[in-house]
Protein backbone atom coordinates (compact mmCIF):
# COMPACT_ATOMS: atom_id res chain seq x y z
CA UNK A 1 0.00 0.00 0.00
CA UNK A 2 1.08 3.14 -1.20
CA UNK A 3 1.04 6.51 0.98
CA UNK A 4 1.24 4.78 4.63
CA UNK A 5 2.96 6.75 7.57
CA UNK A 6 3.40 5.63 10.75
CA UNK A 7 3.56 8.22 13.55
CA UNK A 8 4.68 7.01 16.92
CA UNK A 9 5.26 6.05 19.98
CA UNK A 10 2.99 7.89 21.96
CA UNK A 11 2.74 7.18 25.52
CA UNK A 12 -0.38 7.08 25.58
CA UNK A 13 -3.28 7.59 23.20
CA UNK A 14 -6.84 8.24 23.62
CA UNK A 15 -8.74 6.33 21.63
CA UNK A 16 -12.24 7.65 22.42
CA UNK A 17 -13.63 4.37 21.10
CA UNK A 18 -16.20 2.89 21.93
CA UNK A 19 -17.43 5.94 24.16
CA UNK A 20 -21.81 6.96 23.28
CA UNK A 21 -22.83 9.94 22.23
CA UNK A 22 -25.02 10.41 24.54
CA UNK A 23 -25.15 9.90 28.84
CA UNK A 24 -22.62 10.10 31.50
CA UNK A 25 -19.13 8.38 31.75
CA UNK A 26 -16.47 7.63 33.50
CA UNK A 27 -12.78 7.84 33.11
CA UNK A 28 -12.61 3.71 33.43
CA UNK A 29 -14.08 3.70 29.86
CA UNK A 30 -11.66 5.32 28.61
CA UNK A 31 -9.55 3.70 25.98
CA UNK A 32 -6.13 4.39 26.52
CA UNK A 33 -3.17 2.67 24.12
CA UNK A 34 0.24 2.72 25.71
CA UNK A 35 3.31 2.79 23.77
CA UNK A 36 1.45 2.91 20.76
CA UNK A 37 1.37 4.53 17.05
CA UNK A 38 -1.46 5.84 14.44
CA UNK A 39 -1.16 4.27 11.18
CA UNK A 40 -2.03 6.55 8.46
CA UNK A 41 -3.07 6.09 4.94
CA UNK A 42 -3.16 9.34 2.72
CA UNK A 43 -6.56 11.37 4.96
CA UNK A 44 -7.31 8.98 6.91
CA UNK A 45 -6.53 6.55 10.21
CA UNK A 46 -6.00 3.00 8.95
CA UNK A 47 -4.78 1.56 11.96
CA UNK A 48 -3.85 2.31 15.15
CA UNK A 49 -1.93 -0.12 17.79
CA UNK A 50 1.02 -1.11 19.77
CA UNK A 51 4.17 0.77 18.26
CA UNK A 52 6.72 -2.31 17.51
CA UNK A 53 3.87 -4.22 16.58
CA UNK A 54 2.89 -1.60 13.77
CA UNK A 55 6.56 -1.45 12.74
CA UNK A 56 7.13 -5.09 12.02
CA UNK A 57 3.47 -4.90 10.57
CA UNK A 58 3.86 -2.25 7.92
CA UNK A 59 7.84 -2.05 7.47
CA UNK A 60 7.11 0.08 3.83
CA UNK A 61 5.26 2.90 6.19
CA UNK A 62 7.05 6.17 6.18
CA UNK A 63 8.06 6.76 9.44
CA UNK A 64 7.60 10.09 11.48
CA UNK A 65 8.98 8.82 15.41
CA UNK A 66 8.97 11.28 18.17
CA UNK A 67 11.46 11.59 20.62
CA UNK A 68 10.08 12.26 24.67
CA UNK A 69 6.86 11.63 25.99
CA UNK A 70 3.59 12.03 24.57
CA UNK A 71 -0.14 11.93 25.29
CA UNK A 72 -2.41 11.84 21.86
CA UNK A 73 -5.97 13.02 21.72
CA UNK A 74 -8.48 13.51 18.68
CA UNK A 75 -8.01 16.78 17.55
CA UNK A 76 -10.53 19.37 19.52
CA UNK A 77 -13.72 20.15 17.65
CA UNK A 78 -15.01 23.95 18.80
CA UNK A 79 -18.77 23.52 17.52
CA UNK A 80 -19.91 27.12 18.57
CA UNK A 81 -17.95 30.43 17.55
CA UNK A 82 -17.94 34.00 16.33
CA UNK A 83 -14.53 34.14 15.24
CA UNK A 84 -15.52 36.68 12.49
CA UNK A 85 -15.46 40.15 13.72
CA UNK A 86 -14.08 43.23 14.14
CA UNK A 87 -13.15 45.89 16.94
CA UNK A 88 -13.11 45.03 20.83
CA UNK A 89 -15.49 44.87 23.78
CA UNK A 90 -13.34 45.69 26.54
CA UNK A 91 -15.57 48.68 27.34
CA UNK A 92 -18.28 46.52 27.91
CA UNK A 93 -16.17 44.23 29.90
CA UNK A 94 -14.90 47.29 32.49
CA UNK A 95 -19.07 48.36 32.58
CA UNK A 96 -20.29 45.23 33.25
CA UNK A 97 -17.91 44.49 36.32
CA UNK A 98 -18.16 48.00 37.24
CA UNK A 99 -22.02 47.04 38.08
CA UNK A 100 -23.44 48.10 35.30
CA UNK A 101 -26.76 46.02 33.06
CA UNK A 102 -27.37 44.47 29.60
CA UNK A 103 -29.16 48.03 28.84
CA UNK A 104 -26.91 50.77 30.30
CA UNK A 105 -24.62 48.95 28.55
CA UNK A 106 -26.19 49.18 25.37
CA UNK A 107 -27.40 52.36 25.71
CA UNK A 108 -23.88 53.29 26.22
CA UNK A 109 -23.45 52.15 22.85
CA UNK A 110 -22.15 48.65 23.82
CA UNK A 111 -23.25 44.74 23.55
CA UNK A 112 -23.81 43.17 20.04
CA UNK A 113 -24.93 46.24 17.79
CA UNK A 114 -21.26 47.58 18.73
CA UNK A 115 -19.68 44.95 17.30
CA UNK A 116 -21.84 44.91 14.26
CA UNK A 117 -20.62 48.89 13.54
CA UNK A 118 -16.86 47.60 13.95
CA UNK A 119 -17.50 44.67 11.86
CA UNK A 120 -19.45 46.37 8.82
CA UNK A 121 -16.31 48.65 8.83
CA UNK A 122 -13.86 46.27 7.62
CA UNK A 123 -13.70 44.54 3.84
CA UNK A 124 -14.10 41.58 3.01
CA UNK A 125 -10.15 40.91 2.94
CA UNK A 126 -10.02 42.53 6.56
CA UNK A 127 -12.03 40.17 7.83
CA UNK A 128 -11.16 37.21 5.92
CA UNK A 129 -7.59 38.03 7.84
CA UNK A 130 -9.16 38.03 11.19
CA UNK A 131 -10.50 34.80 10.50
CA UNK A 132 -7.43 33.36 9.24
CA UNK A 133 -5.51 34.86 12.68
CA UNK A 134 -8.35 33.75 15.21
CA UNK A 135 -8.47 30.24 13.79
CA UNK A 136 -4.61 29.82 13.09
CA UNK A 137 -4.60 30.53 17.01
CA UNK A 138 -6.95 28.08 18.08
CA UNK A 139 -5.24 25.16 15.87
CA UNK A 140 -2.40 25.63 17.60
CA UNK A 141 -4.16 24.88 20.34
CA UNK A 142 -5.22 21.60 18.93
CA UNK A 143 -8.87 22.87 17.33
CA UNK A 144 -8.58 21.53 14.16
CA UNK A 145 -12.53 21.81 13.44
CA UNK A 146 -13.89 25.40 14.22
CA UNK A 147 -17.47 26.02 13.44
CA UNK A 148 -17.78 29.55 12.72
CA UNK A 149 -20.75 32.23 12.76
CA UNK A 150 -21.85 35.09 11.15
CA UNK A 151 -24.08 37.31 13.20
CA UNK A 152 -22.15 41.05 12.75
CA UNK A 153 -23.39 41.64 9.44
CA UNK A 154 -27.02 41.81 9.67
CA UNK A 155 -28.15 42.81 6.23
CA UNK A 156 -28.44 40.98 2.92
CA UNK A 157 -25.00 42.52 2.04
CA UNK A 158 -23.19 42.45 5.59
CA UNK A 159 -23.94 38.80 5.76
CA UNK A 160 -22.50 37.66 2.87
CA UNK A 161 -19.39 39.69 3.44
CA UNK A 162 -18.67 37.85 6.15
CA UNK A 163 -19.77 34.49 4.82
CA UNK A 164 -17.59 34.59 2.10
CA UNK A 165 -15.04 35.69 4.21
CA UNK A 166 -15.60 32.65 6.57
CA UNK A 167 -15.41 30.74 2.98
CA UNK A 168 -12.22 31.96 1.89
CA UNK A 169 -10.44 32.04 5.03
CA UNK A 170 -11.42 28.00 4.90
CA UNK A 171 -9.34 27.56 2.06
CA UNK A 172 -6.42 29.54 2.95
CA UNK A 173 -5.92 27.47 6.32
CA UNK A 174 -5.06 23.56 7.47
CA UNK A 175 -8.14 23.92 9.93
CA UNK A 176 -11.69 23.04 9.04
CA UNK A 177 -14.21 26.08 9.35
CA UNK A 178 -17.29 24.75 9.45
CA UNK A 179 -20.09 28.12 8.30
CA UNK A 180 -23.26 28.95 10.27
CA UNK A 181 -25.57 32.09 9.47
CA UNK A 182 -26.44 34.03 12.22
CA UNK A 183 -28.41 36.57 11.08
CA UNK A 184 -30.87 36.39 13.62
CA UNK A 185 -28.57 37.62 16.01
CA UNK A 186 -30.52 40.62 16.79
CA UNK A 187 -33.00 43.11 14.91
CA UNK A 188 -30.13 45.22 13.66
CA UNK A 189 -31.36 49.03 14.61
CA UNK A 190 -31.54 50.66 11.03
CA UNK A 191 -34.18 48.40 10.07
CA UNK A 192 -37.01 50.07 10.34
CA UNK A 193 -40.00 47.13 10.66
CA UNK A 194 -40.89 44.33 13.00
CA UNK A 195 -38.71 41.18 14.57
CA UNK A 196 -40.75 39.01 12.04
CA UNK A 197 -40.45 41.60 8.95
CA UNK A 198 -36.57 41.36 9.15
CA UNK A 199 -36.90 37.29 9.45
CA UNK A 200 -38.99 37.37 6.68
CA UNK A 201 -36.50 39.29 4.65
CA UNK A 202 -33.73 37.56 5.34
CA UNK A 203 -34.69 34.42 4.90
CA UNK A 204 -36.73 35.75 1.47
CA UNK A 205 -33.68 37.25 0.19
CA UNK A 206 -30.48 35.76 2.15
CA UNK A 207 -31.19 31.95 2.67
CA UNK A 208 -31.58 31.16 -1.66
CA UNK A 209 -28.11 32.98 -2.00
CA UNK A 210 -26.47 30.58 0.91
CA UNK A 211 -27.56 27.73 -0.86
CA UNK A 212 -26.58 29.02 -4.61
CA UNK A 213 -23.00 29.80 -3.65
CA UNK A 214 -22.69 26.87 -1.06
CA UNK A 215 -21.82 29.55 1.64
CA UNK A 216 -23.41 27.53 4.18
CA UNK A 217 -25.54 24.49 5.32
CA UNK A 218 -26.29 25.77 8.97
CA UNK A 219 -28.68 28.55 10.62
CA UNK A 220 -28.62 29.70 14.08
CA UNK A 221 -30.89 31.99 15.72
CA UNK A 222 -30.60 33.45 19.31
CA UNK A 223 -33.88 33.15 20.90
CA UNK A 224 -34.42 35.30 23.98
CA UNK A 225 -36.08 38.21 25.34
CA UNK A 226 -33.72 40.37 23.58
CA UNK A 227 -33.40 38.54 20.19
CA UNK A 228 -36.13 36.59 19.17
CA UNK A 229 -39.07 34.63 20.88
CA UNK A 230 -40.10 31.23 20.02
CA UNK A 231 -43.19 32.54 18.00
CA UNK A 232 -40.86 34.87 15.82
CA UNK A 233 -38.45 32.32 15.03
CA UNK A 234 -40.75 29.06 14.22
CA UNK A 235 -41.35 30.42 10.82
CA UNK A 236 -37.87 31.47 10.07
CA UNK A 237 -36.79 28.01 10.98
CA UNK A 238 -39.58 26.12 9.09
CA UNK A 239 -38.25 28.08 6.12
CA UNK A 240 -34.76 26.88 6.43
CA UNK A 241 -35.53 23.61 6.68
CA UNK A 242 -37.94 23.30 3.86
CA UNK A 243 -34.71 24.79 1.63
CA UNK A 244 -32.78 21.78 3.45
CA UNK A 245 -30.51 23.96 5.68
CA UNK A 246 -29.48 22.33 9.68
CA UNK A 247 -30.71 24.31 12.41
CA UNK A 248 -29.00 24.99 15.36
CA UNK A 249 -30.05 27.27 18.38
CA UNK A 250 -28.75 30.32 21.09
CA UNK A 251 -31.30 28.58 23.64
CA UNK A 252 -31.77 29.63 27.27
CA UNK A 253 -28.78 31.63 27.94
CA UNK A 254 -30.75 34.17 30.05
CA UNK A 255 -34.43 32.75 30.12
CA UNK A 256 -35.83 29.33 28.99
CA UNK A 257 -37.44 29.03 25.56
CA UNK A 258 -34.67 28.20 22.77
CA UNK A 259 -34.45 24.85 23.51
CA UNK A 260 -38.28 24.19 23.51
CA UNK A 261 -37.63 25.82 20.14
CA UNK A 262 -34.44 23.67 19.26
CA UNK A 263 -36.04 19.94 20.11
CA UNK A 264 -39.47 20.81 18.57
CA UNK A 265 -37.95 22.00 15.00
CA UNK A 266 -35.19 19.15 15.62
CA UNK A 267 -32.09 21.09 15.73
CA UNK A 268 -28.65 19.48 15.24
CA UNK A 269 -27.86 21.59 19.11
CA UNK A 270 -29.30 23.54 21.47
CA UNK A 271 -26.47 25.99 22.86
CA UNK A 272 -25.66 27.50 26.10
CA UNK A 273 -28.48 26.40 28.22
CA UNK A 274 -27.68 28.52 31.31
CA UNK A 275 -30.97 29.02 32.25
CA UNK A 276 -32.29 25.78 31.52
CA UNK A 277 -34.57 24.01 34.03
CA UNK A 278 -35.24 19.92 34.86
CA UNK A 279 -38.05 19.92 32.14
CA UNK A 280 -36.11 21.90 29.67
CA UNK A 281 -33.13 19.52 30.27
CA UNK A 282 -34.83 16.61 30.34
CA UNK A 283 -36.80 17.10 27.49
CA UNK A 284 -33.27 17.94 25.66
CA UNK A 285 -32.16 14.35 27.37
CA UNK A 286 -35.05 12.60 25.37
CA UNK A 287 -34.15 14.33 22.22
CA UNK A 288 -31.44 13.77 19.43
CA UNK A 289 -30.28 17.78 19.65
CA UNK A 290 -26.84 17.98 21.15
CA UNK A 291 -26.66 20.22 24.22
CA UNK A 292 -24.13 22.51 23.93
CA UNK A 293 -22.15 23.99 26.84
CA UNK A 294 -20.54 27.31 26.54
CA UNK A 295 -18.52 27.75 29.40
CA UNK A 296 -16.77 30.82 28.28
CA UNK A 297 -19.83 32.66 28.34
CA UNK A 298 -20.54 31.92 31.79
CA UNK A 299 -17.15 33.37 32.57
CA UNK A 300 -17.02 35.86 30.21
CA UNK A 301 -20.00 37.42 31.83
CA UNK A 302 -20.11 36.12 35.43
CA UNK A 303 -23.10 34.05 35.09
CA UNK A 304 -23.95 30.70 35.87
CA UNK A 305 -22.57 27.56 34.59
CA UNK A 306 -24.71 25.10 32.07
CA UNK A 307 -25.83 22.70 33.77
CA UNK A 308 -23.75 19.83 32.16
CA UNK A 309 -23.83 17.38 35.05
CA UNK A 310 -27.13 17.16 35.06
CA UNK A 311 -27.60 16.97 31.64
CA UNK A 312 -25.85 14.06 31.39
CA UNK A 313 -27.04 12.28 33.97
CA UNK A 314 -30.36 12.81 32.66
CA UNK A 315 -28.75 11.16 29.60
CA UNK A 316 -28.27 14.06 27.28
CA UNK A 317 -25.78 14.07 25.08
CA UNK A 318 -22.84 17.16 26.13
CA UNK A 319 -20.79 18.54 23.73
CA UNK A 320 -18.39 21.73 25.11
CA UNK A 321 -17.56 25.03 23.07
CA UNK A 322 -15.94 28.29 23.50
CA UNK A 323 -18.59 30.64 22.03
CA UNK A 324 -15.14 32.86 21.32
CA UNK A 325 -17.10 35.89 20.80
CA UNK A 326 -15.64 39.64 21.68
CA UNK A 327 -18.71 40.36 23.76
CA UNK A 328 -19.61 37.13 25.90
CA UNK A 329 -16.21 35.14 25.59
CA UNK A 330 -13.44 36.81 24.54
CA UNK A 331 -11.04 33.91 25.87
CA UNK A 332 -11.01 31.62 23.03
CA UNK A 333 -9.23 28.77 24.69
CA UNK A 334 -11.38 25.83 24.40
CA UNK A 335 -9.52 23.69 26.68
CA UNK A 336 -9.00 26.10 29.43
CA UNK A 337 -12.77 26.84 29.71
CA UNK A 338 -13.65 22.91 29.01
CA UNK A 339 -11.33 22.15 32.38
CA UNK A 340 -12.97 24.77 34.36
CA UNK A 341 -16.34 23.84 33.58
CA UNK A 342 -15.15 20.18 34.97
CA UNK A 343 -14.22 21.44 37.87
CA UNK A 344 -17.56 23.16 38.95
CA UNK A 345 -19.51 20.78 37.40
CA UNK A 346 -17.72 17.61 38.27
CA UNK A 347 -17.21 16.37 35.12
CA UNK A 348 -15.03 13.17 34.20
CA UNK A 349 -12.04 13.34 32.01
CA UNK A 350 -14.00 10.91 29.35
CA UNK A 351 -17.24 13.59 29.12
CA UNK A 352 -14.47 16.37 29.56
CA UNK A 353 -12.67 14.98 26.39
CA UNK A 354 -16.16 13.81 24.86
CA UNK A 355 -17.72 16.79 25.23
CA UNK A 356 -14.67 18.77 22.96
CA UNK A 357 -14.46 15.86 20.09
CA UNK A 358 -17.10 13.39 18.92
CA UNK A 359 -19.84 14.56 20.87
CA UNK A 360 -18.78 18.30 19.29
CA UNK A 361 -18.66 16.46 15.81
CA UNK A 362 -22.13 15.37 16.37
CA UNK A 363 -23.48 18.77 16.71
CA UNK A 364 -22.12 19.57 13.25
CA UNK A 365 -23.43 16.63 11.77
CA UNK A 366 -19.84 15.50 11.10
CA UNK A 367 -19.12 11.21 11.26
CA UNK A 368 -15.58 11.66 10.16
CA UNK A 369 -13.53 12.84 12.72
CA UNK A 370 -13.89 13.07 16.80
CA UNK A 371 -11.70 9.37 17.89
CA UNK A 372 -8.58 8.14 16.77
CA UNK A 373 -9.93 5.02 15.41
CA UNK A 374 -9.54 3.67 11.98
CA UNK A 375 -11.34 4.86 8.75
CA UNK A 376 -11.76 8.58 10.55
CA UNK A 377 -9.67 11.32 9.78
CA UNK A 378 -6.04 11.63 10.93
CA UNK A 379 -6.89 14.67 12.87
CA UNK A 380 -4.74 14.55 16.31
CA UNK A 381 -2.87 16.68 18.60
CA UNK A 382 -0.05 15.50 20.90
CA UNK A 383 0.55 16.95 24.39
CA UNK A 384 4.21 16.79 25.96
CA UNK A 385 3.23 14.62 28.91
CA UNK A 386 3.14 11.32 29.62
CA UNK A 387 -0.12 11.00 31.53
CA UNK A 388 -2.99 12.29 29.80
CA UNK A 389 -4.64 13.43 33.66
CA UNK A 390 -2.31 16.22 33.43
CA UNK A 391 -3.72 18.22 30.22
CA UNK A 392 -7.18 19.25 32.07
CA UNK A 393 -5.40 19.45 35.54
CA UNK A 394 -3.67 21.83 34.19
CA UNK A 395 -6.96 23.74 33.13
CA UNK A 396 -5.23 25.09 29.57
CA UNK A 397 -1.40 26.02 30.27
CA UNK A 398 -0.43 22.37 29.00
CA UNK A 399 -0.80 23.29 25.19
CA UNK A 400 0.09 21.02 22.89
CA UNK A 401 3.15 20.75 20.88
CA UNK A 402 2.12 18.90 17.35
CA UNK A 403 -1.09 18.77 15.88
CA UNK A 404 -2.02 16.73 12.62
CA UNK A 405 -5.03 17.59 10.31
CA UNK A 406 -5.48 14.92 7.92
CA UNK A 407 -2.77 13.31 8.53
CA UNK A 408 -0.27 16.22 7.50
CA UNK A 409 1.77 17.51 10.64
CA UNK A 410 0.60 21.12 10.64
CA UNK A 411 1.94 22.75 13.07
CA UNK A 412 5.08 21.46 15.87
O1 LIG B 1 -23.25 33.41 22.16
N1 LIG B 1 -25.79 35.21 23.04
C1 LIG B 1 -25.66 35.74 21.95
N2 LIG B 1 -24.57 35.82 21.22
C2 LIG B 1 -23.24 35.68 21.68
C3 LIG B 1 -22.72 36.94 22.21
C4 LIG B 1 -22.47 37.84 21.14
C5 LIG B 1 -21.95 39.18 21.56
O2 LIG B 1 -22.18 39.61 22.70
O3 LIG B 1 -21.33 39.78 20.69
C6 LIG B 1 -23.08 34.52 22.63
O4 LIG B 1 -22.78 34.67 23.82
FE1 LIG C 1 -22.73 32.28 20.70
Same mark, same amino acid.
Given at each position: ??? %?????????????????????????????????????????????????? &??????? *??????? $??? /?????? #???????????????????? =??????????????? #????? @?????????????????????????? /? @????????????????? !?????????????? +???????? +????????? +?????????????????? %??????? =???? *???????????????????????????? /??????? +??????? /????????????????????? &???? =?????????????????? @????????????????????????? #???????????????? &??????????????????? &?????????????????????????????? $? !????? !???????????
Amino acid at each position: MKN %LKLIGPFAQLLTLDKLPLKGSLKDEQLEILENSGILINGEKILKVGAWEK &LLKEFPE *AEIQELK $GDY /VAVPGL #IDCHTHICFGGSRARDFAMR =NAGKSYLEIAAAGGG #IWDTV @TQTRKLTQEELTQRVIQNASRHLADG /V @TTIEVKSGYGLSLEEEL !KMLRAIQYANSKIP +ADLVPTCL +AAHMRPKDF +AGSNSEYLEEISESLFPI %LKKENLC =NRID *AFVEQSAFSPEEILPYFSKAKELGFELT /VHADQFT +AGGSEVA /VKVGALSADHLEASGDQEILR &LAKS =NTIAVALPGASIGLGCDF @TPARKILDQGGALAIASDWNPGSAP #IGDLLAQASILATFEK &LSSAEVWAGITFRAAAALD &LSDRGKIVPELLGDFVAFPTSDYREILYHQ $G !KIKPT !KVWKSGALIFG
